[in-house]
Nanobody, 125 residues
């Protein structure tokens, strides 16, 4: 499975961005998807995840109510809508995928086998 993120960039605090992650290489609807992020000097952290059919979504406390994860299985794409951005949201955002039969740790990075290269989000205050 290959994952390619897009949509990152520079935005002012309070603004919005939508990240996209396009998947290829296997049947997208068999995979749970997630977003993680890594800020400079910090460990990678969980942001949000979504089940293979979109029926289950999980969020970290730091983004709950501001970010929304969604997927379009017809387009093999998962999205992360980010609103009310804060300077502490500045990070490289990574898309990750795990086959539904192995989706046992939905909020941990070791629970995902496939990763994208990341897209940088910079929030200016």
């Amino acid at each position: 499975v290959q994952l390619v993120e897009s949509g990152g960039g520079l935005v002012q605090a309070g603004g919005s961005l939508r990240l996209s992650c396009a998947a290829s290489g296997d049947t997208f609807s068999n995979y749970a998807m997630a977003w993680f992020r890594q800020a400079p000097g910090k460990v990678r952290e969980f942001v949000a995840s979504i089940g293979w059919n979109g029926g289950t979504t999980l969020y970290s406390d730091s983004v709950k109510g501001r970010f929304t994860i969604s997927r379009d299985n017809a387009k093999n794409t998962v999205y992360l809508q980010m609103n009310s951005l804060k300077s502490e949201d500045t990070a490289v955002y990574y898309c990750a995928a795990q086959h539904r039969t192995q989706w046992l740790q939905p909020t941990r990075d070791k629970g995902y086998t496939y990763w994208g290269q990341g897209t940088l989000v910079t929030v200016s205050s």
